[in-house]
């Protein structure tokens, strides 16, 4: 079954200050891995989208990793600001036969706080 | 300039009525989706069309009739409506089916059953 875990779920942290998410995936045959920004009361944003050989992308103060064979990838936020304060989501695509079939994570939700 | 809208964004009915959520995007799109977001926050597809025809029916209910009058628009009508329907529905739109392609969500529509 294809399944996105999401870790921390939650996590606070202090404006100016840099943290990492984390997400483990079990999407196969796997195509690729997109983070996704979600604002409260509105839909997601996407922020990186990566393919099977990208280890890294960056989006401004957002840079995501990606390790295939572990089937792990990071989103690390920079310098936040308190506009970062949402959910973040990571989203993987499976190769299907028909469509483009995304597998939501749970999302961490973020709180930057001044 | 809305890309993808949803109406209504918020919806309070009782169980047993019939309803209807409305999507358009004016992205000139091929491709568009209904998901559904529970209480926990995970989003899951629910469908899919391409160029007005189904591609993506994951396993849903069916008092849950898509409905795609052109590519621009796909509308979501809810028979006999359940308390479990309570959810954040979203609809989005990509380019078409290609695996890379970045979906576009709407704002939501917040669906309540009393």
């Known amino acids: 079954k294809n399944q996105v875990e999401q870790s921390p779920q939650s996590l606070i942290i202090l404006e100016g200050k840099n943290c990492t998410l984390q997400?483990?995936?079990?999407?196969?045959?796997?195509?690729?891995l997109r983070w996704y920004k979600q604002d409260t009361g509105r839909g997601p944003v996407s922020l990186t989208i990566?393919?099977?050989?990208?280890n890294t992308k960056s989006n401004g103060r957002y840079t995501a990793t990606l390790d295939a064979d572990t089937k792990q990838s990071s989103l690390h936020i920079t310098a936040s600001q308190l506009s970062d304060s949402a959910s973040y989501i990571c989203?993987?695509?499976?190769?299907?036969?028909?469509?483009?079939?995304?597998?939501f994570g749970g999302g961490t939700r973020v709180l930057v706080k001044p | 300039d809305t890309a993808v809208s949803q109406t209504p964004k918020y919806l309070v009915t009782q169980m047993g009525n019939d309803k209807s959520i409305k999507c358009e995007q004016n992205?000139?799109?091929?491709?568009m989706y209904w998901y559904k977001q529970d209480s926990k926050k995970f989003l899951k597809i629910m469908f899919s069309?391409?160029?007005?025809?189904?591609?993506i029916n994951e396993t849903v209910p069916n008092r849950f009739s898509p409905k795609s009058p052109d590519k621009a628009h796909l509308n979501l009508h809810i028979n006999s409506l359940e308390l479990g329907d309570s959810a954040v529905y979203f609809c989005?739109?990509?380019?078409?089916?290609?695996?890379?392609?970045?979906?576009?969500f709407g704002p939501g529509t917040r669906l309540t059953v009393l």
């Open positions: 989005a739109s990509s380019q078409d089916t290609g695996l890379y392609n970045e979906q576009f």
């Open positions: 997400c483990n995936y079990t999407v196969s045959p796997f195509s690729n």
């Open positions: 990566m393919t099977f050989s990208e």
């Open positions: 989203v993987v695509s499976a190769r299907e036969a028909a469509g483009n079939k995304l597998t």
């Open positions: 992205l000139g799109h091929d491709t």
């Open positions: 069309y391409n160029n007005k025809e189904l591609i």
